[in-house]
């Protein structure tokens, strides 16, 4: 649905230089970006498109955590990535023809976006090119990310999965003290067990594995702390 509460924190991001593919334009530049820019609000579970739909608008991340994920050949679902605050979707059918999704993008917890409709987006690309230049870099950066994922899917080793998502959300997520990493878990344990695309009972044991020789600390279901970053890549097999 549309929103208005969120109008001042998403100007406020964007001259905050925030977004990173805005990071280059003027104040003017800005101006017009946010007097175009409309508004969408999401709960938590709420799909903001899925496989199928076709995508005639980008979306900014104001507020909120987006997964990006495609249904497998059983039904079940396989997570590809985790958007937050400043990154952008739905740009393949801004550069390009408009065709059907090929993924899912459903709210993680409750998220406040700007939308930019794909005529509008053009002209602004039209007249500050490198903007292109940036999303091209992200998507450069996405294709990395799925990659890196295939290969850790192509590893039959539940344990190896398990640390390859540990050390990315690491990098993402972590928060490094004392030589330890505390991870804000961005997805609960079925998520996790879906980025991994293994059972949700196996992924809480080999945790609780990884615990008891003293590598990872699980605090609750939000957090999870790296206590021993070397062995944790150790096990990676």
């Known amino acids: 649905m549309n929103c208005d509460c969120c109008c001042e924190r998403c100007a406020s991001r964007l001259y905050a230089r925030e977004v990173p593919i805005f990071e280059s334009l003027s104040e003017d530049e800005l101006d017009r970006i946010i007097s175009i820019r409309k508004h969408l609000s999401i709960k938590k579970g709420e799909s903001l498109f899925i496989e199928g739909d076709k995508v005639s608008k980008l979306f900014i991340i104001s507020e909120g955590m987006i997964k990006i994920s495609k249904s497998t050949i059983d039904g079940k679902e396989q997570i590809i990535n985790i958007l937050s605050v400043g990154d952008f979707l739905g740009e393949s059918n801004i550069l390009g023809e408009t065709q059907e999704s090929n ?3 459903i709210a993680v917890k409750d998220t406040d976006l700007c939308t930019i409709s794909r005529k509008d987006l053009k002209e602004i690309l039209y007249s500050n090119p490198e903007i292109a230049l940036k999303i091209l870099a992200e998507l450069n950066k996405r294709l990395i990310v799925v990659e890196n994922l295939s290969k850790n899917l192509s590893n039959n080793n539940p344990e190896s999965r398990i640390c390859y998502m540990l050390i990315e959300f690491s990098e993402k997520y972590g928060k490094e003290k004392n030589g330890e990493i505390e991870i804000d878990l961005p997805l609960n344990r079925e998520g996790m ?8 009972e196996t992924l809480s044991r080999k945790l609780s594995y990884l615990e008891h ?4 600390e699980i605090i ?3 957090k999870i702390k790296i206590k021993n970053l070397r062995l944790l890549e150790e096990e990676i097999i």
């Open 213 to 216: 020789k003293n590598i990872i």
């Open 193 to 200: 067990a879906n980025y991994c695309g293994i059972a949700r």
């Open 220 to 222: 609750g279901t939000k």
């Open 103 to 105: 993924v899912s993008a």
